[in-house]
């Protein structure tokens, strides 16, 4: 098979042409040299750092040894050579101290830590987007106190949304922030309050590396009466750093009032520790507001879409990596005889059964389409930040509607690969010996955590598609009939466009029934099939668009392994949505319907 080096190469260069960036002014200092320098440096240290302290981050879990968390050394190791290599600084403009890469390079560069170690991933990630969201809605005091020193690599960041008794509901939570005396808005790091609360499911927010800790943390402020507004109305964000900063923004040794309550035991993941916070047992803890009073959550919001692509690319890329290690297992496996051989004669590899390949296609059909998607939408980044005025517009309703499906489409069918990978190693797959079985832990995060998967698929039937009176819709249907289009000029593909365009006028339908009058109730009551059955469409889409931009390539490996896979997923997989769509056209009230009691 193709390395992932050479499947990045192609969707990079071959079919999403970023290299066309280039003429754009963000991006104008850049090239493919510039490119292929970060992806060569990333997939060294992810080699050479990240892969070989996975097993010990799962093994070693986090321990608290009454000082602090604990991590292994190799964790360490492998965060510092991160940090130090400057790979934070990659998507951040150059007057905050980044490098100012496209955000789809970006992307593609964190696919090989992705791969290596999702957990160990996580910190990276947490800590850029907490950096993006600062940069993008801090005071210059806090872009120079919290920002750059994380963009440097020399601190960690974490976003602190949920509570024990709120989870999801964010509305509900209850942590509070008052004003820090009377002078508090005068305090040079922003106006200064202080939070109590607790705050749980908190990824790295206690451990020993770096030089501080920085929480965006939602809390409510007082309305006119003092007391906190109901709702998500008066839902603030705050800057709460784990140690306290002198005058100059430079982190002390005095601890903020932020102790660690406890660490929560994961089935995966386990390289990042995951927390329960509780600011405020003695004075309050510290915190600097970001933005106006109540502008909160569509702040943090700003952090969390992000971070949803961030989500699909851990999810595709842990599926790629029991793919990769199945593939590998079928190909020196020896078992069983091709039907009617001889009993006496050589066992043939397992590669060679036909239904070891259907679940190798699978893999291969779910990652690749999943990585294609994600690097899609980065692109879709791109082009909202460098792009004219009408290009800029297009991609943002695009990018709005498609981030639900890029953050839950890969964690339950990559979720599905490293199922298959399992298979695939029989009961080898099911030890600790293999890596298979710890890719299917790390992966159930991802269904769950930014954002469960029913909330993805009430936002994404509830709000995404009636959008912009429907004009995101629209987007999206003609960027599809336009590669059906492309394709129908292929003979060999165009029953395949036939199919595509057929399944997305069966989404738009699915839609519009769903929402044919006003009551919700019917409408959302299967929102999760009409993510699945708009998620595999959207996928249709990436694989034909993959397939035809593989034609240049017809005698190679690589595009028979593509045309195969699309071959695949149309065969196998895209007719699944006719089920999933007619519960959602008919507002089948099965789910609705059912009592508590009758359980």
Known sequence: MASLRDELDFLLYRWLDVEALTSRRRYAEHSRGTFDALLDSSERIARERFAPANRAADVEEPRFDGGGVRLPQTTADALRAYAESGLLAAGHDYDAGGMQLPYVIDMAANAFFAMASVSLHAFGMLTYANANLILAHGTKRQREAFARPAIEGRLFGTMALSEPQAGSSLGDITTIALPDGKDYELDPLGPRYRLRGHKMWISGAEHDLGENIVHLVLAKTPGSDGRPQAGVKGISLFIVPRLLLD???????????????????????????????????????????????????????????????????????TGYAGYVASLEYARTRLQGRMRGSDPSSPQVRIIEHADVKRMLLAQKAYCEGALALC??????????????????????????????????????????????????????????????????????LNMIHEGTHGIQALDLLGRKVRAADGRAMAAWRARVEATCERARRDVSLAPWAHALFAAAQDVDAAARSAWSDEDSRLALANATPFMQAFGHTVIAWMWLDVAAAASSQARSDLFRGKRMATRYFFDYELPKTAAWLRVVAERNATCADMQDAWF
């Not at 660690?260 to 035991?265: F, I, K, P, T, V």
């Not at 639900?404 to 298979?423: F, R, T, V």
């Open 247 to 317: 005058g100059a923004g430079h982190a002390t040794r005095e601890r903020n009032d932020v102790a660690l309550a406890g660490l929560n035991h994961k089935l995966g993941y386990r390289g990042i520790p995951n927390t329960l916070l509780n600011l405020g047992e003695r004075d309050g803890a510290a915190g600097y507001r970001v933005g106006a009073p109540g502008e909160g959550l569509a702040l943090m919001f700003h952090m969390m879409n992000e971070a949803r692509i961030d989500i699909g690319l851990g999810a595709a890329m």
């Open 375 to 444: 690097l899609y939408c980065a692109r879709l980044v791109d082009d909202r930040r460098a792009g004219d005025e009408r290009c800029a517009a297009d991609a943002a309703l695009l990018l709005d509607l498609l981030t639900p499906i890029a953050k839950s489409w890969p964690s339950e069918w990559c979720l599905e690969a490293n199922s298959l990978a399992i298979q695939v190693l029989g009961g080898y797959g099911y030890t600790r010996d293999f890596p298979v079985e710890q890719y299917w832990r790390d992966n159930r």
